[in-house]
């Protein structure tokens, strides 16, 4: 049972080096979501996609974008990497169907990524 | 815009003895839904409990219980009989609307004394 799988589970990058995170969901779900979470502050989203082709802006959607030209699949896209971007990601889909509104989202176990 | 807080940034219990984690949200939706997530060192996100806001009835879940006020806009989780594998840290999350968002407070360690 794969669920959620992102990738890679770890990166140290340079400042102003370039990455794309990676999730792939195999539960043919219609909505996905990036977060970011660092110390302190809970989970928090960055952007999220409601289908294929769709991507909307979440709660702290600078420095980053993102692409969802497959169902299973949601990238993001750091273009310059700062050191503020430093934190873990997590991924997170789930069934786009109202009648599951009441579920809860099914997470990836996260990128650690560090930018020095 | 939805907010949650956990007010409490750490908190201890004893083995087999009960603990309650606090979750205050603000919204002006009606229908809606609450989360507890546990996220232990490895870093996985697991879903410990749920509510509809429509529903009356608290959930339960095993040792894990929540008492859900909508009036007051509270929603604390109760853990029972507390375990060693209980160490972690539990995060409040709100959700409503066609897109689902989560909107999750900052979160909460919860350390267990054998």
């Known amino acids: 049972n794969a669920g959620v799988t992102q990738t890679p589970k770890f990166r140290v990058l340079k400042t102003g080096q370039s990455m794309t995170l990676l999730c792939a969901q195999d539960?043919?779900?219609?909505?996905m979501y990036w977060y970011r979470q660092d110390p302190g502050m809970g989970l928090r989203l960055i952007h999220y996609?409601?289908?294929?082709?769709?991507?909307a802006k979440g709660e702290v959607p600078d420095g980053y974008n993102v692409s969802r030209l497959k169902k299973q699949n949601f990238l993001l896209g750091l273009e310059s990497a700062a050191p503020s971007q430093t934190s873990v990601y997590f991924c997170a889909s789930r069934k786009g169907d109202r009648a599951y509104d009441n579920q809860p989202q099914h997470f990836g176990d996260g990128t650690r990524l560090s930018i020095l | 815009a939805q907010t949650v807080t956990q007010s409490q940034p750490e908190m201890s219990v004893q083995e087999a003895e009960t603990v309650t984690l606090s979750c205050t949200y603000d919204?002006?939706?009606?229908?809606?839904?609450l989360f507890w997530y546990k996220q232990p060192p490895s870093r996985q996100m697991i879903l410990v409990i749920r509510q509809e806001a429509y529903k009356q009835q608290n959930a339960t879940e095993n040792r894990f219980s929540v008492n859900f006020q909508k009036a007051a806009k509270s929603f604390s989780l109760k853990i029972s009989d507390s375990q060693l594998g209980d160490a972690a840290m539990y995060f409040c999350?709100?959700?409503?609307?066609?897109?689902?968002?989560?909107?999750f407070g900052k979160g909460i360690t919860l350390s267990v004394r054998p």
């Open positions: 919204t002006s939706e009606s229908d809606y839904y």
């Open positions: 996609s409601v289908g294929e082709g769709t991507t």
């Open positions: 539960m043919n779900h219609e909505y």
């Open positions: 999350a709100y959700s409503s609307g066609a897109n689902s968002k989560l909107t």
